[in-house]
């Protein structure tokens, strides 16, 4: 997200009428003010205190909310839903569509661990209402430091998912460790976080996300972007396919083998 994608969150939202220019200048600045007093509410925290570059997302952050694109927490840090929520704005706004085909791979890897978990369609009962108690009640112990995508500053060792999922995730994180060691898992970038819960709907799509429900897991999402195939994204060479056969024996289902995209995205819920 960069400052001109801003000034023109800014401007839909009827609140910045300077050039769309790329300039955090003064009036922008004034404007990105006028944004976090009117969406104060929408924010993690009260943004005085941060620089200016975090600043600026989070009224990009904040307009995207106000229109109901759902950036993921208003924090100021550009994860990937933030740019998928900006995607899909510019999309809208342009008369195209952000829909992404998730259409099953015939012949697709699979293992008879998955068949434990139900169809994306059957998710409610056996999950729950997505968005309750439930979806965020099991704890991830994990067997190695995971930075966070969007600030790796910061580490997680532990994070919250469905309670039917805390023991064949924290399997699966145990299991990678054991195969490829500390040294590797970081070479390989398996260390970093993109998110577990987030009541939201599909990215690309109108129905409820498998996040909604603490059942689905991202990694490393700036290398294996939503909208990449294996072409481009770093979790589909060979050195992950270790990992992924982890993922399946634990129940998992890896989007970059059923449907050959999103390649960070693995979930318990079969299409």
Known sequence: MNVSDIQQLLAAAGWYSGAIDGDAGAKTLQTVAQAETAQAGAYVEPPSGWPQARRLIGAGQAVLFQLGFE??????????????ALTAWQSERAGTTSTLSRSAIVGAKSDPAQLAYPRQKDMPAFYGEAGGAQCTAGKVQLAYPMKIAWNKAQTVTRFSCHEKLSEPLTGIFRDALAHYGQADIERLELD??????????????????????????D???????????????QFAAEDYAAFWRIVMAHGGTPAGYAWGADWMHFQFARL
């Open 192 to 217: 970093v976080f993109g998110g577990c819960y987030n009541l939201r709907k599909m990215r690309g799509g109108a129905a409820l996300s498998v996040h909604a429900y603490g059942a689905a897991v």
């Open 219 to 233: 990694l490393n999402p700036e290398k294996n972007q939503l909208r990449w195939g294996a072409d481009r994204a």
């Open 71 to 84: 950036p993921g927490a208003v924090d100021g840090y550009a994860g990937h839903n933030t740019v998928e």
